[in-house]
């Protein structure tokens, strides 16, 4: 069974850093790209970027190029989102999921990050 | 980047009744389309791919239909665990990009 578990939420203040993990089973982990995209409180998705875990080639959206970024650690067939400075706006739900032909076919639980002073 | 319009933005359905939801690609996606339903609290699933293949173990009553900018998806005959939140997403071109979604509500 296909399963992707998220790290749990997190309630941080604006400049700290934060990584969020997803880590995958049941699978072939580096056969699959792995997506993550955001939605925001009452909001719809947004992709947010992708990445192969073969190679780490990784693919922003430019709305978030620059602004956080994603890795893959095979060995613990894990994926990555990280911040290096938070915002309060960066406060959403963010999922993780699987791909296939770039739709996403599982996805994680999701974790929900509050940034906030 | 392509933009994803999905119309209406509330749709209110008696239960047992045909549920018709709309999106429209800013530029041509072939079938590149896929839809999902997001229900509260839980992350989106994967309802139909290539515009028009259901995924997994979804229910004959989805119905995906269209090509190049203009697609729908047909629920036939609502059951009340369809009442839920549906997106849009094209991914014929980079960045990947969602509509903004259509909620099912009961009427």
């Known amino acids: 069974e296909v399963q992707l578990v998220q790290s749990g939420a997190e309630v941080k203040k604006p400049g700290e850093s934060l990584k969020i993990s997803c880590t995958a089973s049941?699978?072939?982990?580096?056969?699959?790209?792995i997506g993550w995209v955001r939605q925001m409180p009452g909001k719809g998705l947004e992709w947010m970027g992708i990445i192969h875990p073969v190679d780490s080639d990784t693919r922003y959206s430019p709305s978030f190029e620059g602004q956080v970024s994603i890795s893959a650690d095979t060995s613990a067939t894990t994926a990555y989102l990280q911040w290096s400075s938070l915002k309060a706006s960066d406060t959403a739900i963010y999922y993780c999921?699987?791909?296939?032909?770039?739709?996403?076919?599982?996805w994680g639980q999701g974790t929900l990050i509050t940034v906030s002073s | 980047e392509i933009v994803m319009t999905q119309s209406p933005a509330t749709l209110s359905v008696s239960p047992g009744e045909r549920a018709t939801l709309s999106c429209r690609a800013s530029?041509?996606?072939?079938?590149?389309l896929a839809w999902y339903q997001q229900k509260p609290g839980q992350p989106p699933r994967l309802l139909i791919y290539g515009a028009s293949t259901r995924a997994t173990g979804i229910p004959a009553r989805f119905t995906g239909s269209g090509s190049w900018t203009e697609f729908t998806l047909t629920i036939s005959s609502l059951q009340s665990e369809d009442f839920a939140v549906y997106f849009c997403q094209q991914y014929n071109n980079w960045p990947l990009t969602f509509g903004g979604g259509t909620k099912v509500e009961i009427k």
């Open positions: 049941g699978y072939t982990f580096t056969t699959y790209w």
């Open positions: 999921a699987r791909l296939i032909d770039l739709r996403f076919d599982f």
């Open positions: 530029q041509t996606l072939n079938t590149n």
